[in-house]
Each structure stands twice: as C-alpha cells, then as structure tokens.
C-alpha cells in the first residue's frame, strides 16, 4: 500500500499502532460517561443529534428507550443511490480488516473506538477477541426491537437500490451483491443480540459527531466509516473539520476514515482543505490505499495523527 498524500512521512504499508507490550484496557465504567459527567459545562449545545448527560452506573430502561431528536436533513442532490437521512447500515470485523487494513491480533487489548458504527458487529466481535471494542452511534438510544425495525427498513431499502444499480459497484471482497446482502445481515443479527446484552454497560453509547463524551487520548486507535465523506452533501465543511478534529482529540495515536467518497465515486471536493486545516490545526494527514472496493471508488482511506502523539 503505497502513500499517495504530502502530509507525513511516506507509507509503504498500511500505518501500524504503537507498541502494546504495556497495553491495558481500560474499564468501560472509566472511559464511558465520565467527561459530561464531570465537566457538564462542556455539553454540546448546537450538536447535530442532543446529548443527553451519561452515568457511570447503568441508567434505567427508559432514557434508553427514547431516539434522540433529529434536525431536518436537507433534500439530498441528485445521486445514484437515495439514502436515507443516516442510514443505520453494518458491517462485520472481516470487512473492517479490509477497507481500515487492521491487524486485527495486533490490537488486542486495545482500547478501540467505532464512531457512528450503526448495526455493525465489529465491536461485538472485536470484545470476542479480547479488544477492548466500544461503539458510538446516536441510535443507540433506542430500544433493542426499534433498531431491529429501523434495520429491517434500511436494509430493505438499500439492497434494492444496490440490484438496481449494479454498475456501481466493484465487489471486490465479494461474489455478488446477494453475499454481501447475506453478510451484512449476519452483521446486524451479531449487533443486535451484543446490544441487547451489553447496551447498559459502556459498549454501546449513545452519541454523536462532532462532540463525544470521552476524555482526551482515551482510545488507542478510533475508526469511522461510511459518514463524513458518504454524506458530505448533508454535512457542511465546518462541521467536516469540527468532527474530524473531534476524533483526533479522543484518540492517543490514529484516526482511520473510510471511504473518502460519496456513493457516487466522487472524492470529497473539500479533502484539500480539510487537510490543509487540519495540519495548521496540529494533525497530521495521509492517504493511504487500502486492499478493499465495494462501490467504485471506495479504495483509500483517511488516516490522521496529532503532532503529540
């Protein structure tokens, strides 16, 4: 995997993580909940979905049970795929090791980060592999039977629109769009009995871009797919440059972001002077090929560093 930005040194592979010969993995009752909590002046104001306070003890059924309120979305431009205002949409882990080029025993007893992860499984199966795996997703409000209706409609909603429009797509890591359908299904059906066992124990937390509830360098490595760049038409560059700087506060080395493009295969139009914003702001930038293609130019990924670490 070859460097293809003009931000850091040059990569000739895909970046690995520092040493862990000392790693240990936090408690979630620690890492989750904690910086709210003690700083409630820090609570967002104007964020995209609200932000309820988070405890360290579990809270009871019914804040859980409420979505947290969305703002109207605007009408999306013309594309080849209609998505619906965030699509609640997962993958497995074998498919995060593809398009973030994970090392996925490498990150044992890692303290990791999925933002905005939806019904994926990686989280549920990164635990199972002894990674200390959270997600974050603003959905996860919601009662265990909601999300299985909400991906039950998204899933439905989106494998059509894949049939239909098949030449958008490259497959490279599967067969046919019918495997990925089989696959990803096995994804949600993984999250959803996970977060039914482990939703009200620091997991799974409900939240969002662009202000998380952790403290500085809490995550050895924070992973965020199929948002920023994929609804970039929904998103504003300032909001772009507030989450991306977000991410980099709450990770101690890496932030890896994937794809760079729409659904459309268009790359961002502001990647340029996001990275350019970003450097001036302390983090670093590269561009970096990934071995993964499921819709036409989804190939490369984001990957950011602050100067500090």
Known sequence: MGRLGDDGPALNEAPRLKDAADATAKPDSIRVGLFFQNFPSAQP?????????????????????????????????????ELPAISFFGRTLAEYAQFFALDVTALRKRDVLDVAAGPSSFVAEACARGIAAVAIDPLYTSAPAELAARIAADYTHMFAQMRARPRLFKLKSFPSIDAAE????????????????????????????????????????????????????????????????????????????????????????????????????????????????????????????????
Request: glycine share 6%; net charge positive.
């Open 45 to 81: 104001k104007n964020s995209l979905f609200a932000m309820p306070t988070l405890t360290t003890q579990p809270p009871p059924p019914a804040a859980f049970a409420r979505r947290f309120p969305r703002s109207p979305a605007p009408p999306p431009r013309s594309q080849p795929l």
């Open 182 to 309: 089989t696959d990803r299904r096995l994804a949600a059906q993984r999250f959803l009995a996970d977060f039914g066992a482990q939703r009200f124990y620091g997991r799974y937390v409900g939240a969002s871009l662009p202000r998380l509830p952790f403290f500085d360098g809490t995550f050895d490595l924070v992973l965020c797919a199929h948002l920023l760049f994929t609804y970039a038409a929904r998103f504003d560059f300032d909001w772009h440059l507030a989450a991306c700087r977000e991410l980099a506060r709450v990770s101690a080395t890496e932030v890896r972001l994937h794809p760079l493009c729409g659904v459309d295969g268009k790359p961002y139009a502001g990647l340029g002077r996001l990275r350019r914003e970003l450097k001036a702001a302390g983090i670093a930038s590269e561009l970096v090929r990934v071995n993964y293609e499921f819709f036409v130019g989804t190939d490369t990924m984001l990957v950011l560093k602050r100067a500090s670490s």
